[in-house]
């Protein structure tokens, strides 16, 4: 679609990001790197998704540091605020305010079998908390507010995207024509990147072995030390395949990196050892990289800009969130 065309005539694209923690490769490859991929051709919104973080205990201090921070990324990405709507989901107030009206729509089994819902609450078993039960409500709430007709996730929150869906149905089927039911859009390269450290489990920013993940903001050795790491075989050939769990995601990341294809990146490190290949892949991550860790740098200093950039965010997200938000409430009955 042209550039230039009217956004009324663009598809609308929600996504938003839990400021959780350093974000990282995965969250790179799996999310981010689409939002900007797509910002020309869909009327985007994204949002840092704060009032999710609270999931699991953070502290105050490095809450609000970890939020900045992800909002300065989306920036330093390259995201442009003119075209897409950039803001802090708390600072919208309709989406705690939608997701206690859809909790309502919303089955206590569903929620149940969550597979985010297990794992994680095998993790904090001490703080299993209703928040971390009801979550995909609050996301429900993010993407319908917006009516969006895709919604670019990582694959690990297809579920989510799916309850999202199936709570739209439910409401629409009650009230009429309320929700727009959206899409997922999952990138097929980069989908899912593994840990560096155990190939079987996803890259995860909350992973306590900081060597297993990449941050966006590491610096070049750091990149390349992690990489050089990475738990392997003992097999020395660069080849995908289903017993080679690490390997194969190394040659994930080059290819979703680089543009190359599994077969080229195959036939390029024919007879090399997995030495030469995991520098390329590291210096590879590394130039990728680069350049958004220097334009943070920059941006995250200028504290004026971002205050300015989260506040016209806000206004801009609210006007569209207040109306399907409103649509809602008196659809189900409430005097407004
Ligand atoms: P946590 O470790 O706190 O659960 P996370 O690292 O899994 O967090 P999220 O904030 O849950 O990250 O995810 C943000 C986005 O990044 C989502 O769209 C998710 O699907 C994507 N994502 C996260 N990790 C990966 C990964 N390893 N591979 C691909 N996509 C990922
Ligand atoms: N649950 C997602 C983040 C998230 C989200 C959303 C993604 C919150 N609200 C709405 C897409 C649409 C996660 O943890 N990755």
């Known amino acids: 679609?042209?550039?230039?065309?009217p956004v009324e005539n663009k598809k609308?694209?929600?996504?938003?990001?839990?400021?959780?923690?350093?974000?990282?490769?995965?969250n790179y490859l799996g999310a981010l790197k689409n939002w900007v991929a797509m910002e020309n051709e869909f009327d985007c919104t994204y949002a840092v998704a704060d009032l999710h973080a609270i999931t699991v205990r953070q502290e105050p201090a490095k809450l609000r540091a970890q939020i900045h921070s992800t909002f300065a990324l989306l920036l330093a990405l390259g995201l442009d605020p003119e075209k897409s709507?950039?803001?802090?989901q708390s600072h919208v107030p309709e989406h705690a305010a939608l997701s206690w009206l859809l909790s309502c729509y919303t089955q206590f089994g569903e929620l149940s079998r969550m597979t985010q819902f297990k794992d994680k609450s095998a993790k904090h078993a001490d703080n299993v908390n209703v928040g971390l039960f009801s979550y995909?409500?609050?996301m429900a709430a993010d993407i319908l507010l917006y009516k969006p007709d895709f919604v670019p996730v990582g694959a690990d929150q297809k579920q989510h995207l799916e309850i999202a869906r199936d709570i739209a149905v439910r409401f629409n089927n009650i009230y009429g024509d309320v929700f727009t039911v959206p899409e997922p859009y999952i990138p097929k390269t980069g989908a899912r990147v593994m840990s560096l450290q155990d190939p079987t489990k996803k890259m995860s920013k909350s992973d306590e072995n900081a060597n297993s993940w990449v941050?966006?903001?590491?610096d070049r050795d750091t990149i390349i030390r992690k990489f050089k790491r990475a738990v392997t075989d003992s097999e020395a050939c660069v080849r995908v395949s289903e017993t080679k769990p690490g390997?194969?995601?190394?040659?994930?990341?080059y290819s979703a990196v680089t543009g190359k294809s599994f077969e080229e990146v195959e036939r390029e490190f024919d007879g090399k050892g997995y030495g030469d290949f995991?520098?390329?892949v590291g210096e590879a991550v590394a130039d990728e990289l680069a350049p958004i860790k220097a334009e943070y740098d920059r941006i995250i200093t200028d504290k004026k800009l971002l205050e300015d950039l989260y506040k016209s965010g806000a206004e801009r997200a609210e006007r569209v969130a207040r109306k399907t938000y409103l649509k809602a409430m008196k659809k189900v009955g409430f005097v407004l």
């Open 247 to 253: 390997i194969s995601n190394l040659i994930a990341i």
């Open 136 to 138: 995909p409500t609050l």
């Open 1 to 5: 679609m042209c550039e230039n065309a």
């Open 278 to 280: 995991k520098l390329a």
């Open 12 to 26: 609308k694209v929600l996504s938003c990001i839990q400021p959780s923690g350093m974000l990282t490769l995965g």
């Open 85 to 88: 709507t950039l803001f802090i």
């Open 215 to 218: 941050a966006i903001l590491d």
